[in-house]
Nanobody, 127 residues
Framework: QVHLVESGGGLVHAVGSLRLSCAASGRTFSNYRKGWFRQAPGKEREFVAAISGNGDSTYYADSVKGRFTISRDNAKNTVHLQMNSLKPEDTAVYYC????????????????????WGQGTQVTVSS
């Protein structure tokens, strides 16, 4: 079992920045690939970014590419999402997700690709 806790959300003006963190406990952190998803009111949960177990591979949704950066610190059991040049359309609840690296066949950009989820952190970007 993996327990995930997000932090770092808040209210920010457009073009501002936020850094989300996801702390994991319960299992060997490096054995899990991680992802960030977001869900705005009335919309489906959508993929934001993902990172492999060792951090060598990263993936981004087109809507955030060039603005967001995902990274991980396996020694601290933490994954981060640095969000720059934020836009009002980035407003959503952001969720951290994880699954074993042995589940590489699962889609990294879909919610069904992950077995473990955090409770979410709200990000609000004002115009």
């Amino acid at each position: 079992q993996v327990h995930l806790v997000e932090s770092g959300g808040g209210l920010v003006h457009a073009v501002g920045s936020l850094r989300l963190s996801c702390a994991a406990s319960g299992r060997t952190f490096s054995n899990y690939r991680k992802g960030w998803f977001r869900q705005a009111p009335g919309k489906e949960r959508e993929f934001v970014a993902a990172i492999s177990g060792n951090g060598d591979s990263t993936y981004y949704a087109d809507s955030v590419k060039g603005r967001f950066t995902i990274s991980r610190d396996n020694a601290k059991n933490t994954v981060h999402l640095q969000m720059n040049s934020l836009k009002p359309e980035d407003t959503a609840v952001y969720y951290c997700a994880a699954d074993r690296i042995s589940s590489w066949y699962k889609p990294h950009n879909l919610p069904q690709g992950y077995s473990y989820w955090g409770q979410g952190t709200q990000v609000t970007v004002s115009s």
